[in-house]
């Protein structure tokens, strides 16, 4: 088995698949395990969205000393704890990277390497990606870029900025009005010149306590909190919350956007999103960072919104940024939060679209398995809620199926299903769908279907439980021995 990344979808797709008695390698081309949340892509203030409760595996829990919302560097700090317990060490190749995976005639993959000692190719008989939906930053192709070079300004991804002192006294222009890109602006305020926010459009955000009180975990990260979003269909308690076109559900949902409104004080900074609240489940639930409004209510944050930057260039000498409607911006830094460019540069072109759409989405059965290409499968390709439990759960399954723990429908089945969901998911989120991978707010119906075909789903009153609890990764934890113990047989 051979295993691109060593994030949380790697290193849990090793614990379970060597778990399984399969012989594993795990690629990663940095110098240490945590992907997104390795010490090369952290940025300044980087926090978990998720409380530690929830953000993590299910055999392992996070420290207790972790406070409620772990930094970057204690999230990386967890996996290496992670690799420690399960003895996951030797399976890893550290500051390697994959740079071509070629299927070979008689099955597998060929997977060439390269390190500091040279290349490396490397058979396997079955090859998972888990690199990540986050794979390359983007960053808008601005013109006048080198003219604002030329006079000593300065384009950054969001994730290269990993000290303060590379904005310290500067002018800095953060686009974006995702988490990182508020995340960001409240560390760089505190020691930039100026700090101005670009917001394309501005998204609805949920304070981490309602009223100072109520955690938000308990209204997002439970199967009711899921259940005020109509899924595609509607069983048990969803029938009540969505009888009479989602009554009740709305109200729920209404309600807690009014009180998020109020709390953040959104009218009277001018800063209230178009649409409802509801679109806070559109693409991602962003949580506002603490001090982001403070900061704009108090002058150290400015925020320019509904608008874009239209040229980097220079006046009288100094780097300026121009948004469409003339306002001039000094910008000594520009630190882009505008998200990611989903690629997979190892793979051969043909093979890709042999798994992908005309529009570039993945056509992913079960978010898992790239439908027409054998010796293949995508673990952790899901934006999710519980990302860490959802690229386990993928793990288990691609650990059943080449057990023959369970069996796929046929391709033109999966094909019809795959390409269903496809337009609904662009509907539902107005084409922010990530390239088929965004399954938020609909994590734990991911995760129900997913383990339904193995047939070890967490029982009913477990799920109870997740009705008014947070879900708790360590409900899953009996999974893996569960499926070791049917695949010995």
């Known amino acids: 088995m051979g295993i691109v990344g060593a994030g949380f979808a790697g290193l849990s797709s090793a614990r379970v698949l060597s778990a399984l008695g399969h012989d594993v390698t795990v690629w990663e081309k940095t110098p240490d395990v945590g992907g997104v949340w390795s010490a090369t892509r952290r940025y300044p203030g980087l926090k978990t969205q998720n409380n530690k409760g929830t953000y993590a595996l299910s055999e392992l829990p996070m420290p207790k000393d972790y406070p409620e919302w772990p930094s970057g560097a204690q999230v990386q700090s967890y996996l290496e704890q992670y690799v420690a317990e399960f003895g996951l060490a030797p399976h890893l190749r550290l500051s390697t990277e994959v740079v071509a995976a070629e299927p070979t005639p008689g099955g597998g993959w060929d ?167 509801a679109d806070i489940a559109r693409s991602t639930v962003s949580l506002a960072t603490e001090g982001f409004f403070e900061g704009v209510a108090d002058g150290r944050i400015t925020v320019h919104r509904d608008t874009v930057i ?111 969901t496809l337009d609904w998911m662009r509907e539902r989120t107005r084409g922010q769908h990530a390239r088929g991978t965004n399954i938020i707010p609909f994590s734990v119906h991911n995760i129900d279907e997913t383990l339904d075909d193995l047939g070890l789903n967490v029982g009913k009153a477990t799920k109870a439980k997740q009705w008014l609890l947070p879900l708790d990764p360590s409900d899953y934890a009996g999974v893996l021995g569960r499926l070791r113990a049917r695949l010995a047989r």
Request: include cysteine.
């Open 310 to 420: 239209t040229r980097l260039g220079e006046r009288d000498g100094t780097p300026i940024a121009e948004l469409v409607d003339g306002t001039v911006i000094p910008a000594d830094v520009v630190l882009a939060a505008t998200g990611w460019t989903q690629e997979i540069p190892f793979l051969p072109d043909d093979v890709v679209a042999r798994f992908t759409t005309e529009q570039g989405d993945y056509l992913l059965h079960r978010q898992i398995h790239p439908i027409g290409v054998e010796d293949l499968s995508f673990a952790g390709y899901n934006s999710s809620f519980f990302s860490p439990l959802s690229a386990e759960v993928s793990a288990l399954w691609i650990g059943s199926y080449l057990g023959g723990g369970h069996t796929l429908p046929d391709e033109a089945t999966m094909r019809a299903e795959a390409e269903e």
């Open 111 to 277: 997977v060439t390497t390269a390190a500091e000692e040279g290349t490396l190719t490397t058979h396997v008989d079955h090859l998972v990606l888990a690199s990540g939906i986050f794979s390359r930053p983007f960053v808008p192709p601005w013109a006048g870029r080198d003219v604002f070079e030329k006079v000593g300004g300065e384009v950054l991804p969001a994730g290269d900025l990993h000290s303060l002192d590379q904005v310290a006294g500067k002018d800095a222009v953060i686009v974006g009005y995702g988490k990182s890109a508020c995340d960001i602006t409240v560390e760089v305020a505190t020691v930039a010149a100026s700090t101005t926010v670009v917001a394309r459009e501005l998204l609805w955000k949920l304070p981490r306590k309602l009223q100072g009180v109520l955690n938000y975990k308990f209204l997002m990260l439970t199967r009711m909190g899921e259940g005020l979003f109509r899924y595609r269909s509607v069983n048990g308690m969803e029938k009540v919350l969505h009888a009479r076109n989602s009554m009740l559900a709305n109200q729920m949902v209404g309600s807690v956007g009014g009180v998020s409104t109020r709390q953040l004080k959104l009218e009277k900074l001018g800063l209230v999103p178009l649409g409802t609240f």
